[in-house]
């Protein structure tokens, strides 16, 4: 394509060049001069020089101008590629953030969470703590209940002997236990009811 166009401009160049040089050689004799022109070697030199230009457009010109096209085209390509991939990188750039701050945001998520599993588990573990303290204090009072009222039972009981012992002293005969312990029982219920009644 190119050489086509080159190859009329050469040739307008080279019929323009000789006239001046025809023009300046005819009018001395004998020849030999620097500026004369031999029409026959002219001529001849016009002939190979189109022939040499004729060949070099049809064999080396067009070769060169597609190697020279093709690097062309295969530089626009790798250009394209590369603001291709330019635009690629780009977006998984954005990508790479988008995920990042997604990340971010499900870590703050995750330590909230965790904060109020924490909480909850702190409160859980506090209740936990006061209603085991809680039966612990009514397992005491409920033990302690039951041992005065032991207690009290065995010191009764001591005391109804000892009013018995004391009593058979007194009346120097041993008496019937049973009845006098049931009758000694009743009394100390009447006195126990009584100070109730009155506290």
């Not at 026959?40 to 597609?66: E, H, Q, R």
């Not at 909230?112 to 612990?136: W, Y």
């Amino acid at each position: 394509m190119r050489a086509t166009r080159s190859l009329p401009a050469a040739l307008s160049l080279l019929l323009a060049v000789p006239g001046p040089l025809w023009a300046q050689g005819g009018g001395e004799e004998g020849g030999g001069g620097l500026f004369d022109i031999n029409a026959g070697l002219g001529v001849w030199t016009l002939l190979v020089f189109f022939g040499l230009l004729l060949i070099l457009s049809k064999y080396a010109w067009g070769p060169i101008l597609n190697a020279v096209e093709e690097r062309e085209k295969g530089i626009k390509a790798a250009l394209d590629e590369a603001a291709e991939r330019n635009a690629e990188a780009a977006g998984l750039l954005e990508q790479h953030r988008e995920q990042l701050q997604d990340a971010r945001r499900q870590a703050n998520e995750l330590i909230a969470e965790g904060r109020a599993a924490g909480d909850t588990v702190r409160k859980e573990v506090e209740e936990k703590a006061r209603a085991e303290a809680q039966a612990i204090v009514e397992r005491a009072r409920v033990e302690i209940e039951r041992e005065r009222d032991a207690a009290l039972e065995v010191l009764r009981k001591e005391a109804v002997d000892l009013a018995l012992a004391a009593a058979s002293r007194l009346m120097q005969e041993n008496l019937d236990q049973a009845k006098d312990r049931e009758l000694v029982e009743r009394y100390l219920d009447e006195l126990r009811d009584s100070g109730g009644a009155q506290a």
